[in-house]
């Protein structure tokens, strides 16, 4: 009995050292956690909001960071911004993609469609990295998946730049944010008020840009997350409904034998 009790509490131990070591090592500001639409058991996207975090993307990240994994018709799919097959055509064309080699054997550029993956902004990561400073801007496919904290801390990230303290020296093309490793990041601040207009009409403030922002990330890092969470519910509400046929049907065999 002692012996099993160990067992049990075993992981309790091992995760408890893990986590304060996490922290320690992380020396990173607790993140701002706004109320997120896709939180929850129950929680699902807003369409109109990767709508605007696809605009804040392409209008502003895209200039510097590519998003490899997804295409262009993602945006047409369910559970995403689900923007109309015209609309999301439109759009792909606006970028250019390298094609080829034509008939003369040589690599001409077309406009996208939707079974092109998203354009990147740089031809290799040396370009990337020569434009920033010798940093290279990650991908965002995954990024909210890649950090610890995701979409909180991806928000804070955006929101997080400030003057910094008098006695911190910082080189050229280095910012100080305070929820960024260290407090100094390569990217500069993006988000000020009305660094994109809406095209629904929404006031464009910093917060609301994050927001939307890291919505559109969220569900590029996991495009199935409402279709797992209905699943889920399915599931759990199956199991409670056959608990209960289970427990009643135990009942009645066992009433005569008491
Ligand atoms: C001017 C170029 C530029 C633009 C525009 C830009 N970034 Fe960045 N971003 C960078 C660079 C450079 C880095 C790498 C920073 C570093 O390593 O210190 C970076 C890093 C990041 C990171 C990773 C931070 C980490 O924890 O490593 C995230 C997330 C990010 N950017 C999100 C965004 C989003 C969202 C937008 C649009 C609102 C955006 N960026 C726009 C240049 C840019």
């Not at 099993?4 to 091992?14: D, E, N």
């Not at 080829?100 to 990337?128: C, H, Y």
């Not at 929101?159 to 008098?166: C, D, I, K, Q, T």
């Not at 990041?185 to 095209?199: F, K, N, R, S, W």
Request: charged share 20%; with cysteine; aromatic share 14%.
């Amino acid at each position: 009995m002692k012996f099993l009790f160990k067992l049990a509490i075993f992981p309790i131990f091992v995760s408890l050292i893990f986590s304060v070591n996490s922290h320690a090592a992380g020396e990173l500001k607790e993140p701002l956690h706004p109320y997120w639409s896709f939180e929850g058991p129950l929680g699902t996207f807003e369409r109109a909001s990767l709508q605007r975090g696809y605009q804040v993307y392409t209008e502003v990240c895209a200039g510097c960071h590519s998003m490899d994994y997804l295409s262009y018709r993602n945006l047409v799919e369910d559970g995403g911004p689900e923007f109309s097959e015209a609309q999301a055509k439109a759009m792909a064309a606006q970028f250019e993609v390298k094609d080829g080699p034509n008939e003369d054997g040589e690599m001409f550029l077309r406009p996208a469609i939707l079974s092109d993956k998203f354009v990147s902004p740089w031809e290799n990561e040396q370009q990337g990295r020569a434009a920033n400073g010798g940093a290279y801007p990650p991908d965002l496919s995954v990024m909210v998946k890649a950090r610890p904290g995701g979409a909180d801390y991806l928000y804070s990230l955006l929101l997080g730049y400030e003057e910094p303290p008098s006695d911190m020296k910082l080189d050229d093309g280095v910012y100080y944010n305070i929820y960024a490793k260290g407090q100094k990041i390569a990217m500069p601040q993006l988000l000020y008020d009305g660094a994109v207009e809406y095209t629904d009409g929404t006031v464009s403030t910093p917060e609301q840009m994050a927001y939307d922002v890291t919505s559109f990330l969220t569900w590029a890092a996991e495009p199935k997350l409402e279709a797992r969470k209905r699943i889920g519910f399915k599931v759990i509400a199956y199991l409670l409904i056959l608990s209960f046929l289970l427990y009643f049907t135990n009942k009645q065999i066992w009433r005569e034998s008491r």
